[in-house]
């Protein structure tokens, strides 16, 4: 009898919201795995995003080196050190707090 190979994607998509006049995403735990992509809403306002990986407790402190610019409607890729660097527990931070709740889909990889 031959054997069936059922193809399982390496990809897994998340989902994080900005509630209305905030400037954050809720948190977004991976379970260990890494994010590599970011779709913005085409309703999405704000011109760049940082990553906040958790620090201690229920802080987040904002990543020097992590600022990406956003493309509403896109996928926007996150820079391979930044992800390396965001562990399994983060948010994302926009320059600009958004006029109504925003979801975004983030696409995380497994390892």
Known sequence: MASVYEYQSPFVDLTAT???SASATDAI??????????LFPATFTSA?????????????????SGT????????????????????????????????????LRIRCMRW
């Not at 990986?53 to 904002?62: A, C, D, F, L, V």
């Not at 996150?78 to 527990?89: N, R």
């Not at 983060?90 to 925003?102: P, Q």
Request: avoid cysteine; charge should be positive.
């Open 68 to 103: 990406v610019s956003v493309s509403a409607d896109n996928w926007v890729g996150i820079p391979e050190a930044t992800a390396a660097y965001l562990g399994d527990d983060f948010k994302i931070n926009t320059v600009s707090a958004e006029t109504a709740k925003r979801t």
């Open 29 to 38: 735990k991976t379970g260990g795995m890494r994010p590599v992509a970011v």
């Open 48 to 64: 760049t995003m940082t990553f906040a990986p958790k620090s201690t407790g229920s802080t987040y402190k904002t990543l020097n």
């Open 18 to 20: 900005v509630a209305a």
